[in-house]
């Protein structure tokens, strides 16, 4: 049907996710990818089609043809998650957030949520993220908050969460290729439990 | 299931070779000229400063420089060297030498003794920063080394703990670690870490050279009291002797409590010693490096820290046909393992 490049971070492992968009989508030649380094490679192989958020779509110049909305938006709420006391934006020294964009651009998209003072530890996977309260490494990690019940589920520690007030756009999907509107065709009938672990609840 | 001894002495060298994969590097012959370069790239940024990668040739490795020149290759020149066998310091040497570099990456227990020496010949002169990975139990400030900074390559016990607790449904309170009296210091830091987790640490101490019952001793006593057992990458404990004799026959006889150990080549569903593997995820810990040579960079090349960092991203291996024998799973388990062995 076509090639579908998918660069999102999930709450499970990547083997899982590749096997979960394989089930959910028959018929599509699926790639995830969950590093920066790596989709930027697999984006030189010319896939159909694109899904991921469209703040990395903007940043390689994509545009979406097809958005994810939950709730009937089409952004996002972000967290940010402490251990202890609960911690505020714009006063938050050090903050750990999934690497997007690479180093300048997760920079710049971490410091547009969380203020202009906060230095930025970055990593490739969300279950990276508790390790970095776990060692206090950082005063607190940013993540979309629909996940912060996975961080507690996983640890002991006494977490505490804010939620921001600016919010991030749902993945969405960028046609780059001659099968990529068959693909668009594909991802909006995709199973309802697949696009959940994306944060979607449809497809328009 | 167990292995006869006979059999299992037969495939422990591999196992063990790869078990201590941080300290043993490759054999092999490398000049220290153009030939023992392995990869090179190269800045479109005008005036970029070189950052010399010493390395031996494996697939951990090759990992490692992925993460690191995906970071670090707009900014910098990197230039990996291949280091093996006898001539690490004149490799290393000669490097530098030629290279000029702003700073060194440097990969595994022998480049870092290579570099060790190398420092040690030229006692006024000033060296470049450095930062080391994949050296077994690099703690604090590396003391051998001047100007150097470092990642820790073994997996925190917190982490291991939080990721055992994804995959088993049982509670994990206590985990029961066999040690000798040299890395005392080291469990108890892993311990006073393990415990933001509520996590207790059992410890047995045995001897410095201890013999296949002291192992058996130890982990029958362990097991009587803890949740899991955690083996440490300890090449004095994980002989192929000891393997056989004393932690196979320890490890294999109820009570059973899962053991997480922390080499992938111990998951092995015919094997059945290590119910789970936690490892650095490599390429990530290439990522994690080249964060703190760009930190060293944004300190004007002065190191900014010494001590060393803990690595914060790891990969998974269950061997599911002991856990599903032996343990309750949860219902999620498997997806939150990267690597699924079963027979």
């Not at chain 1, 969460?161 to 960028?174: I, S, Y």
């Not at chain 2, 023992?36 to 400063?49: D, E, I, M, Q, R």
């Given at each position: 049907m076509g090639r579908l490049l998918v660069y999102l971070h999930v709450a499970v492992k990547q083997r899982a996710f590749q096997s979960l968009l394989g089930a959910g989508l028959p018929g599509v030649d699926t790639t995830a990818v969950g590093r920066a380094g790596d989709f930027e490679r697999a984006l030189q192989d010319a896939p159909d089609a694109v899904l991921t958020l469209p703040v990395v779509l903007a940043a390689n110049g994509l545009s979406p043809s097809l958005r994810g909305f939950a709730r009937g938006s089409q952004e996002e709420r972000y967290a940010l998650v402490g251990a202890g006391a609960a911690p505020e934006a714009g006063k938050v020294a050090s903050v750990g957030a999934l690497d997007l964009l690479g180093r300048e651009g997760t920079n710049r998209f971490v410091k547009r949520l969380v203020g202009a003072q906060a230095r930025v530890e970055r990593v490739t996977k969300i279950e990276d993220l508790l390790p970095l309260l776990?060692?206090?490494r950082v005063d607190a990690v940013l993540l979309p908050a629909r996940l912060v019940a996975e961080l507690r589920a996983a640890s002991r520690?006494?977490?505490?969460?804010?939620?921001?007030?600016?919010?991030?756009?749902?993945?969405?999907?960028?046609?780059?290729?001659?099968?990529?509107?068959?693909?668009?065709?594909?991802?909006?009938?995709m199973p309802r439990d697949v696009s959940k672990l994306l944060g979607v609840e449809e497809w328009r | 299931m167990a292995l006869t001894r006979r059999s299992f002495i037969a495939g422990v060298p591999a196992l063990a070779g790869a078990a201590l994969g941080c300290s043993s590097g490759q054999e092999e012959r490398a000049g220290a000229g153009r030939d023992?370069?392995?990869?090179?790239?190269?800045?479109?940024?005008?005036?970029?400063?070189s950052i010399l990668v010493c390395m031996p040739e494996t697939r951990q490795t090759s990992e490692v420089w992925r993460g690191l020149s995906d970071e670090l290759s707009r900014e910098l020149e990197l230039i990996a060297l291949r280091i093996g066998g006898e001539d690490a310091s004149a490799t290393i040497a000669r490097g530098i030498e030629r290279y000029r570099p702003a700073g060194l990456v440097l990969m595994n227990n022998p480049t870092v003794d290579g570099y060790r020496r190398v420092q040690a010949s030229a006692q006024q002169t000033a060296f470049p920063p450095s930062v080391i990975v994949m050296s077994s139990f690099l703690e604090g400030k590396p003391a051998h080394l001047r100007a150097a900074t470092g990642i820790s390559y073994e997996v925190p016990l917190i982490t291991v703990v939080t990721n055992l607790r994804k995959l088993i449904a049982t509670p994990i309170d206590r985990i029961g670690v066999v040690h000798r009296s040299s890395l005392s210091g080291f469990v108890r830091r892993q311990a006073a870490?393990?415990?933001?987790?509520?996590t207790a640490v059992v410890r047995e101490e045995v001897s410095p050279k201890p013999n296949a019952s002291e192992i058996k001793r130890a982990l029958r006593r362990l097991k009587q009291r803890c949740d899991a057992i955690w083996v440490l990458n300890d090449d004095r404990l994980l002989t192929p002797r000891l393997l056989a004799d004393g932690w196979l026959h320890g490890l294999n006889e109820p009570p059973w409590v899962p053991t997480i150990v922390g080499a992938a080549s111990l998951v092995s569903p015919s094997q059945s010693f290590g119910t789970f593997a936690v490892l650095p995820d490599h390429t990530a810990l290439g990522t994690q490096a080249a964060n703190l040579v760009l930190d060293i960079a944004d300190n004007d090349w002065q190191l900014p820290s010494a001590t060393a960092q803990l690595p914060l991203s790891t990969t998974t291996t269950v061997d599911l046909t002991q856990a599903k024998e032996r343990f309750l799973?949860?219902?999620?388990?498997?997806?939150?393992?990267d690597k699924v062995l079963e027979r």
């Open positions: 776990q060692i206090q520690l006494t977490l505490a969460e804010r939620e921001l007030d600016l919010t991030v756009g749902l993945p969405a999907v960028a046609n780059t290729g001659p099968g990529g509107a068959a693909l668009l065709g594909a991802i909006g009938k | 023992a370069v392995l990869f090179s790239t190269h800045s479109s940024k005008p005036g970029s400063k870490l393990a415990h933001r987790e509520q799973l949860r219902p999620s388990a498997l997806a939150q393992v």
